[in-house]
């Protein structure tokens, strides 16, 4: 699917936080997400510095919110993860998180930079 370019990197992001998911529900993947951390930290804030004002200044808040909540929720599993404590759940919510963003979310926040381009 062809994304809007405000978008792009974003996406391409979810590809490697795809493969992530999946190693944590296989086990064993702490070193891994370690080595991702700082950048799962980086997407996280990037997004929520960019669109939950977007969002919000389009009535969207419940999104905006469910965004940051389920960044919170992840943060928090990652964080058990480390301990090796909880690498399924992270798995399955990383993964569950990133088709929300690609299959609900990003599109919205396209029909928002088309009705509103940069």
Request: a negative charge; one cysteine or more.
């Amino acid at each position: 699917m062809k994304r809007d370019q405000r978008l792009v990197q974003l996406s391409r992001e979810h590809h490697p936080a795809l493969r992530l998911g999946r190693h944590l529900i296989a086990g064993g993947a702490g070193a891994e997400l370690r080595s991702q951390s700082a950048a799962l930290a980086a997407h996280f804030a990037e997004e929520e510095g960019t669109l939950v004002p977007l969002l919000g200044a389009h009535g969207h808040d419940d999104l905006a919110r469910r965004l940051c909540r389920e960044h919170a929720d992840l943060a928090a599993l990652f964080a058990a993860a480390l301990r090796g404590e909880r690498e399924d759940e992270a798995g399955r919510a990383l993964i569950a998180h990133v088709r929300f963003e690609e299959r609900e979310l990003f599109p919205i926040v396209e029909a928002l930079f088309a009705r509103d381009p940069a």
